[in-house]
């Protein structure tokens, strides 16, 4: 029985491993963690507790809840894991981790040959070079991937799917793997715990059920964050009547950023964000449209940006010369024409169609119409409700793109996140490279577990691992499975590890229902709800943290520009939000949810500021801008930002860790144009 909403039931449970999430990431290390927890009962007798705790309904849960309209990585057998790793890095000019590119690269077809085994329908290319959507290469017995099937590449690392369903089918998987028994759905973890006797090892998680009055407290030997990346920290263009519409999901709050940084993990590149061009307003996915449809931007004059301002490269060597621009890049030349005053901007979908006509039966052409409406519809089906609503045929109308407000992730074009321990047998660089930088870590990138944190027993995929970047839905999936062989390692060799929680299960508790205690104490004391002088809403709370974000980090509002002045306003003003954060109010559940999801909102942003502050260059420019250091500076920030948190004194530390090139780079660039 749940206990009431002023008195919480708490359930108390100890297994080995704890997943925290169920997206892509988590539903890879469910899958692969069963298939060696099994190994390891048949050869020691031993079985391993599992529990994996979601805060949604894994079927529908994490970034790919509507489903996706492409796989965005998949290596093939036309290029191989250190081209893949190269592509990473120029994307993310320069600064990434090759050892965990290449591992991924080297790893993640297999996961998605796994998804097509298990009924995601991928399009095919046929023996004459005819291409079939996913339900028809199933109906023409196409060979599957694994076979030597030809997938339909739109990019070179993309290939297109029929994925409405995409995460059902892989949360089938995760879930038929582990069985019904060891998953628990609707509970938000709020916070991690750090081991009693040994402050650097985790311990267990606490959190709520969104649905019933009850509040889990687990005891963990090993725990996987999976927990997605971070939006709504920036005020979204999308306010007023469009309230609630982002491009990467709002339920991603930035608990695994967060929660990380409170447990003491070493975060990475926090100072990174993502800007995507999207269509305007309904925030629908561009990459079909450029890759596989071949069509250009331009601005309100018919000029393509890209070849009006390619000078503006050059500013940025070697990057700049890089045969793909980085997406960072392609914004600011786009940048260059909002600013000026020659937008909007518009994907040129007239000419791109036209062009396709002229080489493509009518029957073909059909066919190329209805799958432009299903990449919208597969992925970001609220752009279809702005094509409809607007009258817009693609053949007729162009359609707006806008740089979208920023988000934190370090799964998509991002790589902030956290430092994580390497693949052994990928040349870690040794002792010596290290001479010299800060050592909060012991020497090099591997410490002995794959993806294992600089927290002992904690683990993270997806969106928490920082400095790679482009590993989309597939190489999440990867990176989870990758973490799970290690999490049964570590619980192996930490056999006689007897957890033990650095905080009373009561004063947790407490802490987890305080915005309820805060409620039920000042309800009366005004008669209208919502306004009230001892707490404040949650949904309130989001929008101070959204104005400051937005005014002073580098929104939208400034054209994603700040300064070291700016930087300064916004510490203070989030160190006072952060004080009252304390004062959140949850009139229930739902807004219990929102109060802790807006309290990893706020911590995560002030270490995307912190960092931002710390990097004495502009590394992304199009994704923001320090004003008063515009430029790359090659020789002094080639490097890592990294950071710790300190939850005792509420502190940061920001520190450099040198970088270091691990596959050859120099074939991604052309020689300067001047
Ligand atoms: O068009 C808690 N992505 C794309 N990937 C592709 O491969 N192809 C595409 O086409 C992609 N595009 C795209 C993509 C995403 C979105 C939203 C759009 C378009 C519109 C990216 C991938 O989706 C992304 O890389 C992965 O999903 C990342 O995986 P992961 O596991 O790191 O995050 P998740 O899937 O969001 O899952 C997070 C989970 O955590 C839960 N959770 N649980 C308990 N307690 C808490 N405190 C929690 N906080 C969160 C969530 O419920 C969820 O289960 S395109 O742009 O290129
Ligand atoms: P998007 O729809 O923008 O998320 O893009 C999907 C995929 O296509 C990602 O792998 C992007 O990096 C890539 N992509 C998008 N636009 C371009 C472009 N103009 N040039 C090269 N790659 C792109």
Request: negative net charge.
């Amino acid at each position: 029985m749940a206990g009431t909403f002023g008195n919480p039931e708490i359930v108390q449970e100890e297994v080995d491993v704890l997943l925290i999430g169920g997206g892509m990431a988590c539903c890879g290390t469910a899958y692969e963690i069963m298939r060696w927890a099994e190994a390891l009962k048949a050869e020691t007798g031993k079985e391993l507790k599992i529990k994996l705790v979601d805060k949604a309904a894994m079927d529908r849960s994490g970034a790919v809840a509507q489903g996706l309209s492409a796989i965005n990585t998949y290596i093939g057998n036309k290029q191989d894991p250190a081209d893949y790793a190269r592509m990473v890095s120029n994307d993310l000019m320069g600064i990434t981790r090759d050892d965990l590119a290449y591992d991924l690269g080297r790893n993640v077809d297999d996961s998605v040959h796994l998804f097509e085994e298990w009924g995601l329908p991928i399009w095919k290319t046929d023996a004459e070079g005819v291409r079939h959507d996913g339900a028809e290469s199933i109906r023409e017995g196409l060979p599957l991937l694994k076979d030597g099937g030809e997938p339909v590449r739109s990019g070179k690392w993309q290939i297109m799917i029929n994925g409405e369903s995409y995460k059902w089918i892989v949360a089938e998987a995760a879930k038929k793997a582990l069985g019904l028994a060891r998953i628990e759905e609707r509970v938000f973890i709020v916070k991690l715990v750090n081991d009693k006797n040994d402050p650097s090892r985790i311990a267990g998680a606490v959190g709520f059920s969104t649905r019933e009055n009850r509040i889990y407290v687990y005891k963990a030997k090993a725990v996987m964050l999976a927990a997605g990346g971070c939006v709504n920290l920036f005020r979204p263009r999308s306010v007023g009547e469009g309230t609630g519409r982002a491009w990467y999901p709002v339920w991603n709050a930035g608990s695994t950023y967060a929660m990380a940084a409170e447990a003491g993990c070493e975060l990475t590149m926090m100072e990174n964000r993502f800007v995507p061009a999207r269509f305007k307003d309904g925030y629908g996915p561009v990459g079909a449209w450029f890759l596989l449809f071949k069509a250009k931007a331009i601005n309100a004059y018919g000029e393509e940006y890209m070849t009006r301002n390619k000078e503006m490269l050059n500013d940025y060597p070697p990057y700049g010369q890089a045969a793909v621009p980085a997406s960072c890049l392609r914004n600011h030349l786009m940048l260059k024409e909002m600013k000026e005053g020659r937008g909007p901007i518009y994907m040129d979908t007239v000419t791109a169609l036209a062009a396709l006509a002229e080489t493509l039966t009518p029957k073909e052409v059909k066919h190329l119409e209805a799958e432009a409406w299903e990449d919208f519809l597969d992925m970001c089906v609220g752009q279809c409700g702005i094509w409809v609503g607007e009258d817009v045929d693609p053949r007729e109308k162009n359609s707006e793109l806008m740089p979208t407000e920023p988000y934190l992730l370090g799964s998509h074009s991002g790589c902030c996140g956290i430092w994580v321990s390497g693949p052994t047998d990928v040349g870690a660089p040794n002792k010596e490279e290290y001479d010299g930088i800060p050592a909060h870590l012991p020497s090099g990138w591997n410490w002995g577990y794959r993806s294992m944190t600089t927290v002992k027993g904690l683990f993270t995929a997806g969106d928490g691992v920082g400095a790679s970047g482009h590993k989309f839905s597939s190489g999440s999936h990867t990176e989870g499975r990758l973490a799970a062989k290690s999490m049964v390692k570590y619980c192996m060799d930490n056999a006689d590890f007897k957890p033990e929680l650095d905080t009373s299960v009561e004063q947790l508790a407490e802490e987890i229902y305080k915005p309820v205690r805060t409620f039920l104490e000042h309800k009366d004391y005004t008669t209208a709800i919502d306004v009230n002088p001892n707490y404040i809403t949650p949904k309130m709370l989001q929008f101070r943290l959204q104005k400051i974000m937005d005014e002073y980090v580098a929104g939208v509002a400034t054209y994603y520009t700040t300064n070291a002045k700016m930087l300064e306003v916004a510490e203070y003003k989030l160190g006072l939000l952060k004080e009252d954060a304390t004062k959140m109010r949850a009139k229930d559940l739902h807004e219990l949810l929102r109060a802790w999801e807006n309290y990893h909102r706020i911590l995560t942003a002030e270490a995307h500021m912190k960092h931002i502050q710390f990097r004495q260059e502009s590394r992304y420019p199009g994704f923001y801008y320090r004003m008063d250091k515009n430029f790359v500076d090659e020789e002094n920030w080639h490097c890592f930002v990294n950071s710790v948190y300190d939850k005792n004194s509420k502190q940061w530390t920001v520190f450099k860790r040198k970088h270091v090139d691990l596959v050859d780079k120099s074939k991604l660039f052309k020689p300067a144009a001047h």
